[in-house]
């Protein structure tokens, strides 16, 4: 499995990603083929097979296609999001369908699949949705609907399209447990996981970003936030779930692990600069309306608006003050 910690970014997929993604499945495929498993997906690389070949450049260009990648940039694995597939019976109430998951075989993406998953479960969060839906190959030893029943899913039906057989299998997202135990400032130690916490956070609610640049905000933001002085809201174990960075009276970031949303976590952070700074001020992407509303929520009030963000990228910005003042 992978550490925390350990260097994984996850971010949008483009068509670009195509052939990245075909390679992985190509990996995919030889395993499947030496263990006699072919009434998977065949026995042909999917790179060979022109259908195959459209079916991920398409699904690549979906909004909701991520990919992840090594601290290298290589490629080891590609989910996709979106509406159910239509040999499946249709939804009964608000879910995200996972309709692509496909990881490499290479031992650096060990445990990358369950990571994938958990983020799909931030994706739906951030959205406010509580189900999920995956389907999945149902033949052979059963161990792929076995790996989804471990990541929480369960079965639902089964299914046969065309003489292959599918399983279909659902996961309700539980209330969240995590519990703040303290706020404190960050240590040289905290490094990785603040990214790791800022990348998360930005992949759930930032969907404006283009991806090029999402990159080049990742570089800056790898740059000076792990030597940033945070504050940083932690559980009972010290791990830390959100982070605030101050300048004087002005809140420069608050970000919280999506997985930690809703529990109070960045109210109490707020709180904090609160206490530290009455005037506290903070600007805020005005294309992120859960964020602005957050803040108005917790008595901030705009005082004004920038037509660019601090970088001079066109994302506009809405500059706030708390009422106090």
Request: glycine share 10%; proline share 6%.
């Amino acid at each position: 499995m992978q550490e925390r910690g350990e260097p994984l970014r996850i971010r949008r997929a483009t068509v670009q990603d195509a052939p990245a993604v075909l390679k992985v499945f190509d990996e995919v495929m030889a395993w499947f083929v030496e263990m006699g498993n072919e009434g998977q997906w065949g026995s042909e690389p999917w790179s060979a097979l022109p259908r195959r070949v459209q079916l991920v450049e398409e699904a690549c260009a979906l909004p909701e296609a991520w990919v992840a990648e090594d601290a290298d940039g290589r490629l080891l694995a590609a989910l996709v999001l979106g509406e159910a597939q239509p040999y499946v019976p249709a939804a009964t109430e608000p879910e995200i369908y996972v309709r692509v998951l496909v990881a490499s075989r290479d031992a650096r993406a060990r445990g990358i699949g369950r990571r994938l998953l958990a983020f799909a479960d931030d994706r739906a969060r951030a959205v406010g949705v509580q189900r999920l839906r995956v389907d999945c190959y149902g033949g052979g030893s059963g161990a792929l609907v076995q790996f989804y029943e471990s990541c929480g899913y369960a079965r639902i039906s089964t299914f046969d399209v065309d003489g292959w057989p599918g399983q279909l299998l659902g996961r309700s997202l539980p209330h969240s447990r995590v519990a703040l135990h303290a706020i404190r400032a960050s240590r040289p130690e905290d490094g990785a996981r603040v990214v790791e916490i800022w990348r998360r956070a930005v992949d759930a609610t930032h969907g404006f970003l283009t991806p090029e640049d999402r990159q080049a905000i990742d570089a800056l933001v790898c740059g000076f936030l792990p030597q940033a002085p945070l504050w940083l809201a932690v559980d009972a174990q010290d791990y830390p779930l959100a982070f605030m960075l101050l300048d004087k009276g002005h809140m420069e970031a608050l970000f919280v692990d999506p997985g930690c949303r809703g529990t109070g976590i960045g109210a109490a952070l707020v709180h904090h600069g609160l206490a530290l700074h009455p005037q506290m001020s903070t600007d805020v992407n005005e294309q992120n309306a859960q964020a602005v509303g957050f803040y108005e929520k917790m008595g901030f009030e705009r005082t004004g608006r920038s037509a660019l963000d601090g970088q001079g990228r066109p994302y506009p910005l809405l500059h706030l003050q708390h009422r106090s003042v």
